[in-house]
């Protein structure tokens, strides 16, 4: 069992910035695969951006050049720096540890409380 705790969250306006941290504890030593979801009213939870055991990342079509996943074992971390917000970024971001089966991500941890992130116009 995987304990996350997801921090960063705020209001930002179209075009800005804003880094997610995810503190991670529990039954691994380091981190290796983990991806960040978010989740909103208005849409399905869905897995925003992936990063494997060897450092590879895989982006939601949506986000891909503008957000940016790793990780950080040396701080028990995984981040995600998101660049040029849109207003549709808007949603509760989860960060996860998990693994591959084949190209597909499975989360394995504990679902965090997660952290929102709101892109006003």
């Known amino acids: 069992q995987v304990q996350l705790v997801e921090f960063g969250g705020g209001l930002r306006q179209p075009g800005e910035s804003l880094d997610l941290t995810c503190g991670v504890s529990?039954?691994?030593?380091?981190?290796?695969?983990a991806g960040w979801y978010r989740q909103s009213p208005e849409k399905q939870r869905e897995l925003v951006a992936v990063?494997?055991?060897?450092?590879?990342?895989s982006y939601l079509d949506s986000v891909k050049g503008r957000f940016t996943i790793s990780r950080d074992n040396a701080e028990n971390t995984v981040h995600l720096q998101m660049k040029s917000l849109r207003p549709e970024d808007t949603a509760d971001y989860y960060c996860?540890?998990?693994?591959?089966?084949?190209?597909?991500?499975?989360?394995?941890?504990?679902w965090g409380q997660g952290t929102q992130v709101t892109v006003s116009s």
């Open positions: 996860t540890t998990g693994s591959f089966i084949g190209t597909n991500y499975y989360p394995n941890s504990q």
């Open positions: 529990g039954s691994i030593f380091t981190i290796n695969a």
């Open positions: 990063i494997d055991g060897v450092g590879r990342t």
